[in-house]
Every structure is written in structure tokens, then in C-alpha cells.
């Protein structure tokens, strides 16, 4: 009791206490329940707190906790990317703090206060997730994708609905906390049954049944990352055992081979020497393969993008982490990774830089990736299928974008090797789960050494692998084509508490300069 009533009674405890709390709440540990009781500890950090600043001094180093529990593997591919990653993303999470303090300072009505504050840290998620240091991994609702029996509404709502849950419990967990009251409690239990309940309805009773299915065969190759091209003398070798062991696993019935990220060694362009290899064993196959590939594209003459690579006088060219698709009938298509990791593979804001500096500076050499801008699936011949690749996956509005244009099943493409055996590639195979349950689609991936799986529409998942393991496996992936209100809409949640939130900024200025200039009853009464 003695402890408890330190941490509740001492900010550095209520702190470090919340910081423990969310790096728990996130896999591979199963409390994604403790996020409220997180929460309950920040909103006492900041009735304890004098000003905004100090709130933010103190809260920055719960949140600098939470990133080092949870993302802690960033720095396995890169010291000082991921220190300065986690101690950035840490300040960034102040701000949505500060602005609920600016409410709770401000707001005696709990139910406003919830709404508000809710409001708050769904914006700060929404508006995260769309700038140049867009980091969605810490997301309140990625702690609940290994639960997925409880939150099937986020068909409806989109991940950002699960955050509006918490941020809701929370604030009337913690005024019951303060203050019983029987009707509260009342309102609060609704709150937390009456969602959970439909979830539960819809993830054991529900099902959308699929008159087509593909057949895909999933490689994972298990490459050494941390090696150059895996180990292997040449770019070549690799190629060729992947291709024996996809020749050695595939059947005539087979009407997609999924190979992962990095599954060619070799830089290529659309028609190189190793591109047309793999454009001709598909063809003898007669299967669809899509594999990941580092492609060089060059542009027609006066038709490239500000920020470019030069290869020679008037010849241009990005490099791009994409998906190549490779059809039976000879036609090669590709997808351009769009979703890049800030700073390992391009820095941010750089076509900014350009712009407003004025130094002659070789943009295009240190960007890192070129960006891809456009959504594009495969057809198999039996379906349509999207290829995102890695960290693509873990935004949910570019995912359903897809499924939009009329992708059947959502594949991806990964290489989590780059964090050996840590956390990072169980929350990576994780995330996919919402996408599934987000647009009621089947999700497969190949991983080349993380998790290789099959997820079904609901969340659950049908068959994954193990890690660093060289395997193969066939499955047959049903094809659906309903539309979810997320899949149609997005993440209108998030439109709509940007509203909220700013309009409740703005109406408690408008107040506070209203009364302001207000004279008070004394200065009335001393004029007459």
C-alpha cells in the first residue's frame, strides 16, 4: 500500500508507472487492459502539474519508457536512428497531453471532458500518421490486434476507434476514482459491454462466405539480413535457390507464388537480366509470382519528379524497395512502396529542403527511396490481390485504399530480419490482424524471416510460421468483395475530432478573452 500510494501521490512515480503500464499493454505481452489504468495515472500526473510545461517535462519521460519497452529493436538495425527515433516520437506524444490538460483545466463536465479528451489523442494519432514522421507503431489500437474478438467494430470506425474507446473508459475510470457516483457507473459499464459484446456476436457468429478462392503458395527463403546479399558470393546464387525451392513446393493448381521483401539480392530494373529470368519461370509455371525487389526506374525525358537521381546528362532515376509482379502471359507490373521508415529509408521532409535551400545539394543521392505515389494490385487470374510491402502494412488508411479499388485479398510482402528475435517482427505479424478485421479481408504474408501467415477476414489467424526458419507452405485464400464502412470512408473518426478538438480550443480562448473583457461587479458598482 505503501508503494501504491507513492506512485499515486509523486509525479515521477505516476510517470514511470504509466510508461510501464503502456510498454506492457503492446506485444508480445497480452494486458492491452492496462492502457486505461495508464491513462488514470497521466490524468492524475496532470492534476498535479502547475502549467502545461511542466506537465510535459514530467509526462516526456513515461513516454521515453513506453518507447524503449516497445521499440526497443530500432536500435538492433540502427544505434543512433533508433535512440534519436524513440526519444523524438517521446516528444511528439507531449503535445496531446498538454492540449488534454488545456481541457481538463478548463472543463468541469465529465462527459464533455471525455469527449474532449478523447478527441485529443485520436487527433494526435490521425494527424501522426499523415507527415513525413509518420510512426504508427504506438497506436492505442495495435495493443489490442492479438484480441481481435473485441474490437470488430474497427470495420466501422477504423483503428482509431479503439483509441476514442479507451480515451473514454479512462477518463470515467478515473472520475469514479475520485468520486463514486452510481450513475456514472452505470454509463461507464455500457460503454465498456455494449461495444465489446457486438464484437464478440459478430467475431463467433458472423461469417461472409466466398464463392472463389486462390490458391497461393507463401516462400519464406529465411536470407541473413545482416549479410550482404545473404551470405552468398553473388547476387545470382540466392535467386536460384529460391526458385528451386519454389519449383519444388508449387502445383499446377497454383495460381500465386508470394515471395517476400529482399527476395532478390540484385538491384534490377523492369527488364535486367534477373527481371527476365523471373519473368520466365513464371511463364513456365503459368503462375502469378510477386516478390519483392529493389527497382531502379528510369523516366522519360522531362517527366521526372523534383527530387531525382542523375545518371548522366539528361537521364534520371529513383531507386525503389517495390513489388514486382511477374504474369504468365509475359507482362511485368510493379507496385512502388508509398509508406517509408523515416530516416532508414528516406529522409523526411527532403523535397521541403529542396526546395528552400539554396545550396547545390545532390538531393536525390541522399534521400535514400524514392516514394511511390500510387495504388496498385496484381491480378492472378483467379483474383485481385494487393502487394504492400513492410511498413505499408501498418497504415490502415493507405491499406484500404486498396481493398477500395477492388483488391480481393491484402498480401505483404516483409523482411523483419533487420530487428533479429525481438518484439519488432511479433508486432509486425500482429498489425496485420486489424487490416484483416479493418476491410473484412483475408491477409497473407510472406516474411523472409519473420512470421509467414494466413489471417482471416475476423482477425484469426489460420496458419503461421515459425521464425528463422526456411519453409513453405500453400493455402487456399478466399476471395471477398464486401465493403466495410471503413474500407469506403477511412478514418472519418478522425476528421471528425479534429473538429471537435479544435473547436473546443478555440471556444474556451473566445471564453477566456470574453471574460476578460468583461468589467467585474466591483468595477460596476464603484461607477455607479
Same mark, same amino acid.
Not at 42 to 71: C, H, M, P, Q
Not at 283 to 311: M, S
Given at each position: 500500500?505503501?508503494?501504491?500510494?507513492?506512485?499515486?501521490?509523486?509525479?515521477?512515480?505516476?510517470?514511470?508507472?504509466?510508461?510501464?503500464?503502456?510498454?506492457?499493454?503492446?506485444?508480445?505481452?497480452?494486458?492491452?487492459?492496462?492502457?486505461?489504468?495508464?491513462?488514470?495515472?497521466?490524468?492524475?500526473?496532470?492534476?498535479?502539474?502547475?502549467?502545461?510545461?511542466?506537465?510535459?517535462?514530467?509526462?516526456?519521460?513515461?513516454?521515453?519508457?513506453?518507447?524503449?519497452?516497445?521499440?526497443?529493436?530500432?536500435?538492433?538495425?540502427?544505434?543512433?536512428?533508433?535512440?534519436?527515433?524513440?526519444?523524438?516520437?517521446?516528444?511528439?506524444?507531449?503535445?496531446?497531453?498538454?492540449?488534454?490538460?488545456?481541457?481538463?483545466?478548463?472543463?468541469?463536465?465529465?462527459? $464533455?471532458?471525455?469527449?474532449?479528451?478523447?478527441?485529443?489523442?485520436?487527433?494526435?494519432?490521425?494527424?501522426?500518421?499523415?507527415?513525413?514522421?509518420?510512426?504508427?507503431?504506438?497506436?492505442?489500437?495495435?495493443?489490442?490486434?492479438?484480441?481481435?474478438?473485441?474490437?470488430?467494430? &474497427?470495420?466501422?470506425?477504423?483503428?482509431?476507434?479503439?483509441?476514442?474507446?479507451?480515451? &473514454?473508459?479512462?477518463?470515467?475510470?478515473?472520475?469514479?476514482? $475520485?468520486?463514486?457516483?452510481?450513475?456514472?457507473?452505470?454509463?461507464?459499464?455500457?460503454?465498456?459491454?455494449?461495444?465489446?459484446?457486438?464484437?464478440?456476436?459478430?467475431?463467433?457468429?458472423?461469417?461472409?462466405?466466398?464463392?472463389?478462392?486462390? *490458391?497461393?503458395?507463401?516462400?519464406?527463403?529465411?536470407?541473413?539480413?545482416?549479410?550482404?546479399?545473404?551470405?552468398?558470393?553473388?547476387?545470382?546464387?540466392?535467386?536460384?535457390?529460391?526458385?528451386?525451392?519454389?519449383?519444388?513446393?508449387?502445383?499446377?493448381?497454383?495460381?500465386?507464388?508470394?515471395?517476400?521483401?529482399?527476395?532478390?539480392?540484385?538491384?534490377?530494373?523492369?527488364?535486367?537480366?534477373?527481371?527476365?529470368?523471373?519473368?520466365?519461370?513464371? *511463364?513456365?509455371?503459368?503462375?502469378?509470382?510477386?516478390?519483392?525487389?529493389?527497382?531502379?526506374?528510369?523516366?522519360?525525358?522531362?517527366?521526372?519528379?523534383?527530387?531525382?537521381?542523375?545518371?548522366?546528362?539528361?537521364?534520371?532515376?529513383?531507386?525503389?524497395?517495390?513489388?514486382?509482379?511477374?504474369?504468365?502471359?509475359?507482362? &511485368?507490373?510493379?507496385?512502388?512502396?508509398?509508406?517509408?521508415?523515416?530516416?532508414?529509408?528516406?529522409?523526411?521532409?527532403?523535397?521541403?529542403?529542396?526546395?528552400?535551400?539554396?545550396?547545390?545539394?545532390?538531393?536525390? *543521392?541522399?534521400?535514400?527511396?524514392?516514394?511511390?505515389?500510387?495504388?496498385?494490385?496484381?491480378?492472378?487470374?483467379?483474383?485481385?490481390?494487393?502487394?504492400?510491402?513492410?511498413?505499408?502494412?501498418?497504415?490502415?488508411?493507405?491499406?484500404?485504399?486498396?481493398?477500395?479499388?477492388?483488391?480481393?485479398?491484402?498480401?505483404?510482402?516483409?523482411?523483419?530480419?533487420?530487428?533479429?528475435?525481438?518484439?519488432?517482427?511479433?508486432?509486425?505479424?500482429?498489425?496485420?490482424?486489424?487490416?484483416?478485421?479493418?476491410?473484412?479481408?483475408?491477409?497473407?504474408?510472406?516474411?523472409?524471416?519473420?512470421?509467414?501467415?494466413?489471417?482471416?477476414?475476423?482477425?484469426?489467424?489460420?496458419? *503461421?510460421?515459425?521464425?528463422?526458419?526456411?519453409?513453405?507452405?500453400?493455402?487456399?485464400?478466399?476471395?471477398?468483395?464486401?465493403?466495410?464502412?471503413?474500407?469506403?470512408?477511412?478514418?472519418?473518426?478522425?476528421?471528425?475530432?479534429?473538429?471537435?478538438?479544435?473547436?473546443?480550443?478555440?471556444?474556451?480562448?473566445?471564453?477566456?478573452?470574453?471574460?476578460?473583457?468583461?468589467?467585474?461587479?466591483?468595477?460596476?458598482?464603484?461607477?455607479?
Amino acid at each position: 500500500m505503501k508503494l501504491l500510494s507513492k506512485i499515486w501521490n509523486t509525479k515521477w512515480g505516476l510517470s514511470l508507472t504509466a510508461g510501464l503500464l503502456l510498454g506492457l499493454s503492446f506485444p508480445p505481452f497480452p494486458f492491452p487492459y492496462l492502457i486505461p489504468f495508464a491513462f488514470i495515472l497521466l490524468f492524475r500526473l496532470s492534476d498535479k502539474t502547475n502549467s502545461l510545461k511542466e506537465l510535459a517535462y514530467y509526462s516526456y519521460v513515461g513516454f521515453v519508457f513506453w518507447n524503449i519497452i516497445v521499440t526497443y529493436w530500432l536500435c538492433m538495425a540502427t544505434v543512433a536512428g533508433g535512440i534519436a527515433a524513440i526519444l523524438a516520437n517521446s516528444v511528439v506524444m507531449t503535445l496531446p497531453m498538454v492540449v488534454i490538460k488545456y481541457f481538463r483545466d478548463r472543463t468541469k463536465n465529465v462527459y $464533455l471532458l471525455s469527449i474532449l479528451t478523447a478527441s485529443s489523442w485520436v487527433t494526435y494519432e490521425f494527424l501522426h500518421h499523415r507527415w513525413d514522421l509518420a510512426w504508427p507503431w504506438l497506436s492505442l489500437g495495435n495493443a489490442f490486434s492479438s484480441t481481435p474478438w473485441l474490437i470488430q467494430y &474497427i470495420s466501422i470506425t477504423g483503428p482509431l476507434g479503439i483509441t476514442f474507446w479507451i480515451l &473514454i473508459i479512462a477518463t470515467l475510470l478515473y472520475r469514479l476514482v $475520485l468520486k463514486a457516483n452510481r450513475t456514472l457507473s452505470l454509463i461507464l459499464a455500457i460503454i465498456i459491454l455494449v461495444p465489446a459484446a457486438l464484437s464478440i456476436y459478430q467475431y463467433f457468429t458472423v461469417s461472409i462466405t466466398a464463392p472463389k478462392k486462390m *490458391q497461393v503458395l507463401v516462400i519464406q527463403p529465411n536470407y541473413n539480413s545482416y549479410l550482404d546479399l545473404a551470405g552468398y558470393s553473388n547476387a545470382y546464387t540466392p535467386l536460384k535457390k529460391i526458385i528451386a525451392f519454389t519449383d519444388s513446393n508449387r502445383t499446377d493448381s497454383t495460381d500465386l507464388i508470394l515471395w517476400p521483401e529482399n527476395a532478390v539480392q540484385a538491384g534490377i530494373t523492369q527488364h535486367s537480366a534477373f527481371s527476365n529470368l523471373l519473368s520466365r519461370k513464371s *511463364q513456365e509455371w503459368h503462375t502469378t509470382l510477386i516478390t519483392g525487389a529493389t527497382l531502379f526506374y528510369y523516366y522519360p525525358p522531362n517527366k521526372h519528379p523534383l527530387v531525382v537521381r542523375k545518371a548522366g546528362p539528361h537521364r534520371y532515376y529513383n531507386v525503389f524497395n517495390a513489388a514486382m509482379g511477374y504474369q504468365p502471359d509475359g507482362s &511485368i507490373t510493379y507496385y512502388e512502396k508509398a509508406k517509408l521508415v523515416p530516416l532508414v529509408e528516406r529522409v523526411p521532409f527532403v523535397t521541403f529542403l529542396k526546395k528552400v535551400i539554396p545550396f547545390n545539394i545532390d538531393w536525390g *543521392q541522399i534521400s535514400g527511396y524514392g516514394r511511390g505515389r500510387k495504388v496498385k494490385d496484381f491480378n492472378t487470374g483467379s483474383g485481385r490481390i494487393t502487394a504492400l510491402v513492410c511498413y505499408d502494412e501498418d497504415f490502415p488508411n493507405w491499406v484500404r485504399q486498396f481493398v477500395n479499388k477492388g483488391s480481393d485479398v491484402i498480401s505483404v510482402i516483409t523482411n523483419d530480419g533487420w530487428w533479429g528475435k525481438s518484439s519488432g517482427y511479433i508486432q509486425h505479424f500482429e498489425y496485420a490482424r486489424l487490416r484483416a478485421i479493418e476491410n473484412h479481408r483475408y491477409v497473407v504474408r510472406s516474411a523472409n524471416n519473420g512470421i509467414s501467415c494466413v489471417i482471416a477476414n475476423n482477425g484469426k489467424v489460420l496458419k *503461421q510460421t515459425k521464425y528463422w526458419t526456411r519453409v513453405a507452405f500453400r493455402s487456399e485464400i478466399p476471395e471477398m468483395h464486401y465493403e466495410t464502412i471503413y474500407t469506403r470512408y477511412g478514418d472519418w473518426l478522425g476528421y471528425v475530432t479534429m473538429i471537435i478538438t479544435f473547436a473546443g480550443i478555440v471556444f474556451l480562448v473566445i471564453k477566456k478573452l470574453v471574460s476578460k473583457s468583461q468589467p467585474s461587479e466591483m468595477t460596476t458598482i464603484s461607477r455607479e
